[in-house]
Each structure stands twice: as C-alpha cells, then as structure tokens.
C-alpha cells in the first residue's frame, strides 16, 4: 500500500496556473502527518493490486524540486469504468533542468517589430531635437553677452534709404550750392582773417567782401573738396564792401546761379552758407525778415572812407563772423544776397570781438553785387551813383540836409552837376526817394548807391516850408 498521493488535475489546478519558471517542491514523506493516515480512495485500492504502483517513490533532496507534470505528461492506467475528463492536448513545455547545457532564462534578442522601431525613431527625434534646442539656445545666450558686454544696439525706424532730398529742401539747396562755395584765409599786416566767397565763373573769379582781404598780403582759397590753391585780388571797393578775388589753373569750377534781389519778399525762405569762426560749409537757414534796410559798416578809420553804405536784405538766418562774403540762397538756390554784416549782443568779449548771431544779419543785394563785380573785373575799380551835392551829416531833423557849404570852401552843390541840373539849392531838406521816407543822410547815399549811374530818381524837397518834387538823373563817381 502506497502513501503517495496522485493529484489529480481537475482538483488542484495550481500547477497549470504557476509559471513556468517555478514549481512546487514536492512534499517529503516525513513531513506528512503519521497519526492519520489519510482517506483511502478508489484509485488507491487499485495501487494495492498492483504491487510495482505500490512501491515508495525515491527520496528527494530538500533543495531541489521537480515542477509538477502537465496532465498530457502523466501515463496512467485509466481503470476500466471510469471517464476521466478530458484535458486538451498541450504542447509539452520546457523543463528546467540545473545540470542542463544552456539555462532556461536566456535574454530574448527578438526581431524589433513596428512598435519598437516607432519607439527607437521616437528616441532619435528627441535627442535630435534636444541638440539643435541647445544649440540655438547657446549661440542666442553668447549673441546676448556679446550685444550686453561690448554695445548696445537700438532699432531704427527705418533702414537706409535714397539720400536724394527736394531741390527747394534746405539740404537740396545746399547740395546744389556748396561746390561754388569756398572759404578765404587772409594773412595781412594786421594779422590773418577768415571769410567765405562764391564762385561767379569759369575763369576762377570769386566774390567776397572788402573787409575780409583788406590790406591782404596773401589769400588762400579752400573748396568745399577740402583743396587749397592761392588767388590774387582783382579789385575792390570799400563803400559797396565789395572785393575780387581769382583763381588760376582750377578745372571744374561750379559757378553759382544768381537771382534777382528785386524779386525777394518778406517772408521768403533763405539759405546762408558760410565758415563761421573757421568751420567752413557751414550751412543755416531762416527767412527774410525785411526789405532796404539801410545799414552802414566800417568807419574805423574816422574820416568816413572805410564806411560802407547797404541797402541791405534782412534775414533771421544765423550768420556770424567767417560769414563775410558767403552767398545767401533763395529756394531755387540763387544768390540773392552776399552776406556782409550781422548786429550782435550789446558789447562783447575783451578781446573786442563780437558775440554770436541773435538773428539780425544783413545781405548785400546781389543786383548790387553783380554790377560792382561786373566793374571790379573789368577795371579793377568801381563807380559809385552820385547827385553832386554835400549833405550836412551833422543835422539831428527829419530827412538829408544838403550843406551850406561843401568841402574845402567848395559851394555844397556841384555846379553844373546832376544836383544843379535837377534844381536843388543849399538848405534843401531831401525827405524822400522814389517817394520812400529817408530820415537822415546816410539813408539818402544808401538809397542812391543801390542804384546805378544813369538811373533817374524823384527826389521829395522841402524847402521854406513847402514841398517841391524834384527829378535827378544820377551822375557817376570813382570809389574808393
């Protein structure tokens, strides 16, 4: 009689449910309880007919046990009469076996199907995409120290584009102008002078003022280019404040376009290009404040022959010494006007010097210009309009006085002159010209000088009382 227990399959299910790397160790003989035996069966009644069923299994070792068989494994006699249920054939499964060759639990290097390469894809797009993130990341952060450590950039509203501006612009204007402009450095007896002059022709011939070459031993002339040549005076006059000066050997001259004075309003926008305090092709811009401004300058020398008389053009446009002699632009960037004088702050620095600009400058006419440098280029010398009378420069009334007697013991009015043609007598008070009000003497010459020898003028008279209109035709006298 056996005391093996045969499992049987449909009652302990456990061995088919297990892994197929464990098992169940089976149970020695010892440990099974020996006071109670336990319940025979049917199956065991048979084992005791049959003796070789009955004999006791081998002793098994402690550490090892055997994975319980699969059904299909078992080959036991099926008693006669009895159905046993059946149980699906299986295929036979891998035993572990610890002496065997080659170990159950060998790493599956399996063929790497559709989910694995989506995942090994997936992978290589992350650490690709993690590279170029970094390195955008690394170059963005360096470009930032570069910009922060070393400058500081601002954005533009708008890129760099055509610099071509409107001719009637100022920068237009001074585009056009500044090749015919150039700038005088005068060494004379009486130390150096800075001035500005303007291009007239082809032949090199510039005009400037009297008073920036007087007593000049040397003339440099500078061209808007940054060239230096030499020049020689041509002539002068130091009443009109009117001077000559010409260049030689020079190709590409760019003359300036003259105006006409005449045609300037108040109001008109003007251009004044000029070096003042030595910093040359300096350009400003303002309007024309007025019209006939009479000025005079000079008057150094005290008897009156260095004083100049200007039926001048005002303008707001800054000028300031260095100015003398630069042209003043309309907004078709003709001359109309040469700049010759300004009126600065109340008194000045220790050195005598006049202070800056405050907006009062005054411009020669260039109808005025042009006819004494037409005569300056010709003889050397220009004439001035005369009406053959001695003015009273001492008379404090209203209008131009005409003398009692003229220089020298000479009767004050010219015999057989322009005066004496037209009527005027000593005493006469001359109050206006062409019917505008003349308030003094230096106003008179003024307006006379603004026109040319020939010209015919009516002259207002007012004599005991009464006024008289008078018509002169203007004589002509050699300047100085």
Request: proline share 9%; hydrophobic share 35%.
């Amino acid at each position: 009689m056996s005391d093996s227990q045969q499992t049987d399959p449909a009652a302990d299910p456990v061995p088919a449910l297990l892994p197929l790397w464990w098992s169940r160790p089976a149970e020695p003989v010892g440990a099974r309880g020996a006071s109670v035996p336990p319940p025979r069966t049917a199956r065991q009644t048979e084992a005791d007919r049959d003796p070789v069923a009955a004999r006791p299994p081998a002793p098994v070792p402690l550490w090892w046990s055997r994975p319980a068989e699969p059904v299909a494994a078992r080959e036991e006699p099926v008693p006669p009469g009895r159905n046993l249920p059946e149980t699906p054939e299986t295929e036979a499964e891998p035993r572990y076996d610890p002496w065997g060759a080659v170990p159950l639990q060998a790493v599956d290097h399996g063929r790497a199907g559709p989910r694995r390469a989506r995942l090994r894809q997936g992978v290589a797009l992350a650490v690709g995409t993690a590279l170029l993130a970094g390195g955008i990341g690394g170059y963005a952060g360096v470009l930032a120290e570069r910009r922060a450590g070393t400058r500081l950039e601002l954005p533009q509203t708008a890129p760099a584009a055509d610099r071509g501006r409107a001719p009637d612009s100022v920068a237009g204007i001074a585009a056009t102008a500044l090749p015919g402009v150039v700038t005088l450095h005068v060494n004379g007896a009486e130390g150096s002078s800075t001035g500005t002059g303007f291009v007239l022709d082809g032949q090199g011939h510039i005009l400037t003022n009297h008073h920036v070459v007087v007593g000049a031993r040397a003339i440099t002339v500078t061209f808007s280019t940054g060239e230096s040549v030499a020049a020689e005076l041509v002539g002068g006059d130091t009443g009109y404040d009117l001077a000559v000066v010409k260049v030689d050997g020079v190709r590409g001259l760019r003359p300036l376009a003259l105006g006409n004075s005449d045609n300037v309003e108040v109001g008109d926008p003007v251009v004044a290009i000029g070096a003042p305090f030595d910093l040359s092709n300096t350009v400003t811009a303002g309007i024309i404040s007025a019209t006939g401004r009479p000025i005079t300058a000079g008057g150094d020398k005290g008897d009156g022959s260095d004083v100049s008389y200007v039926d001048a053009l005002q303008t707001d446009a800054p000028i300031n010494p260095g100015n003398s002699g630069g042209p003043l632009l309309d907004a078709k960037a003709q001359v109309i006007g040469i700049n010759s004088a300004i009126r600065g702050g109340d008194g000045g620095d220790s050195s005598g010097q006049q202070r800056g600009s405050i907006g009062l400058g005054f411009a020669i006419p260039v109808n005025q210009g042009k006819r004494v440098a037409e005569e300056l280029m010709r003889t050397g010398r220009a004439t001035h309009p005369v009406i053959g009378v001695t003015l009273d420069m001492d008379y404090s009334g209203d209008g131009a006085r005409v003398g009692e007697e003229g220089e020298g013991g000479k009767p004050a009015v010219t015999a057989g002159g322009p005066g004496a043609r037209a009527g005027i007598e000593p005493g006469d008070v001359i109050t206006k010209v062409d019917g505008v009000r003349v308030h003094g003497g230096d106003e008179l010459v003024i307006k006379i000088r603004a026109h040319r020898p020939g010209d015919r003028l009516t002259l207002t008279v007012l004599r005991g009382g009464r006024e008289r209109t008078l018509e002169v035709v203007l004589g002509s006298a050699n300047g100085s």
